[in-house]
């Protein structure tokens, strides 16, 4: 019998567009998560600086995981199963929560942390879960193989022996839009900052409150812009394609 991944049968187009309406239903889901996170951080925003300084070494090491993370992936193309593929099936959703857990401790709040958890880990396990099926049907045995020796969040010690060879690569980094995650961190990062210093603490404005008044306008334009670019491009390559 013909393997359907392989065959032209119009049989496989049922699921596969299946798999891609949840994908695509996941990933608003994110979204949406992602924005109620950061309205919570809003209206419940108490921040300390010892918070600051806890939270921001964690901060950046999940984004440092992130940049690791996009320099081995080539979505669609190839299954990526080395660099930090090798330990841990979702080391950008690992980024993602390390990035969250220390927003979380940054401004310590009993509500923030419970809308983190309940949110992460529901959206992400169904995120994951439908990620599974779309690489399963993909690539096949490989995946299998891949699937039964990586875990999915908590990283191996020893690499997967029989993980790719494929060397880390900046320009992916790029092309997966990282900088906008960067630029969105570090305008969330200086508002929380400036939240704590002249809305909470009451310090009067000087010449240093104004820089970082501009400093943060100006990453927040440079995200949206770089949303929108990328948005365009998007667009630009469907059109290319159809």
């Not at 496989?12 to 239903?25: D, I, N």
């Not at 950061?38 to 918070?51: E, R, Y």
């Not at 990282?178 to 000087?206: C, D, M, V, W």
């Amino acid at each position: 019998m013909m393997d359907p991944r392989h065959s032209g049968s119009h049989e496989t187009q049922p699921f596969e567009v299946g798999l891609k309406f949840s994908f695509h239903r996941f990933r608003k889901l994110r979204m949406y998560f992602a924005w109620l996170f950061v309205i919570t951080l809003a209206v419940f925003a108490k921040s300390t600086t010892q918070g600051f300084w806890t939270g921001a070494p964690i901060i950046l090491a999940g984004e440092a995981i992130r940049i690791w993370s996009h320099g081995y992936l080539r979505k669609a193309r190839q299954l990526a199963t080395n660099g930090p593929y090798a330990y841990v099936r979702n080391p950008l959703y690992l980024g993602n929560f390390l990035i969250g857990f220390g927003f979380c401790l940054i401004i310590w709040h009993p509500i923030i942390g419970v809308v983190f958890a309940i949110g992460f880990f529901s959206v992400y396990w169904l995120t994951v879960k439908g990620e599974e099926q779309r690489l399963a049907f993909k690539f096949g045995e490989a995946y299998a193989d891949y699937l039964r020796n990586v875990p999915r969040f908590l990283p191996r010690l020893n690499p997967y022996k029989q993980s790719a060879k494929t060397p880390f690569a900046f320009h992916r980094v790029w092309g997966h839009g990282e900088h906008i995650t960067i630029l969105a961190i570090l305008s969330l990062f200086l508002a929380l900052y400036l939240r704590q210093e002249f809305y909470q603490n009451h310090k009067p404005l000087t010449a240093t409150s104004f820089v970082l008044l501009g400093l943060n306008a100006g990453v927040v334009i440079l995200s949206v812009v770089a949303l929108a670019a990328r948005g365009f491009r998007s667009k630009r390559r469907l059109r290319l394609k159809g």
